[in-house]
């Protein structure tokens, strides 16, 4: 494990009960800002790189989160949910509006964790100024139930390791068309633009 990693890891965990240890990961992830590349890479790499760019998209907060939650005796299996960018309840602009609808089908990531004897959907992929444009922002996590979905989703995939969902991703990618990938490409730009100008308002 990466000496950052383990770093951050002693940061959000000292002094705390265990459900405070998992609510500071939890926050902290959270609260990382949003922002969406077209390439996964190498998810090791992704977890130390998210903690020094300060910025990342559904995939690296939760495979860091998996990290976490593994160095607090926390098992976590990854969540797929497959969803539509223009089957949101988000307030897109207009040209964002029309890009979303020529998107493939999106591969959501988020984490299961067992609490409790209870495997418990830990969602922390929007950051928190996001809620003023509709996106579903996860607030005062309790460190023991449920999260919401960050997408309205269509279906559930279940891995049961990080090398699971690699997998799954990679074969669903061979499925979308060039035209696909260039209009997500065009939407990526134009939707971290807009989130970023969300930020700055």
């Given amino acids: 494990m990466k000496a950052i990693i383990l770093k951050k890891f002693e940061e959000l965990t000292k002094s705390s009960t265990p459900v405070e240890a998992r609510i500071k990961i939890f926050e902290y ?3 990382i800002p949003y922002y969406l590349v077209p390439q996964i890479g190498d998810p090791s790499e992704w977890a130390a790189s998210i903690i020094e760019a300060h910025k990342g998209s559904c995939s690296p907060k939760h495979y860091l989160m998996g990290i976490l939650f593994a160095k607090c005796g926390i098992k976590v299996k990854y969540a797929t949910y497959s969803f539509k960018w223009d089957n949101q309840a988000v307030k897109y ?11 493939p089908v999106g591969y959501h990531v988020a984490c299961k964790a067992d609490i409790d004897k209870r495997w418990v959907l830990v969602d922390a992929t929007w950051d928190r100024i996001l809620i003023k444009a509709g996106f579903p922002v996860n607030m005062n996590w309790d460190g023991i139930s449920d999260t919401k979905n960050a997408v309205i989703s269509f279906e ?7 090398q699971g969902r690699l997998d799954f991703v990679k074969d669903k990618r061979k499925m979308i068309s060039e035209k696909q990938a260039a209009a997500y490409v065009q939407f ?4 971290n633009a807009w989130l970023e100008g969300l930020r700055n308002e």
């Avoid at 207009?94 to 020529?102: G, I, P, T, W």
């Avoid at 990526?188 to 939707?191: D, M, R, S, T």
């Fill in 29 to 31: 992830i959270r609260d």
């Fill in 93 to 103: 602009p207009d040209e964002l509006k029309k890009l979303a609808r020529d998107c």
């Fill in 156 to 162: 559930e995939t279940i891995h049961e390791s990080l």
């Fill in 188 to 191: 990526i730009q134009k939707l």
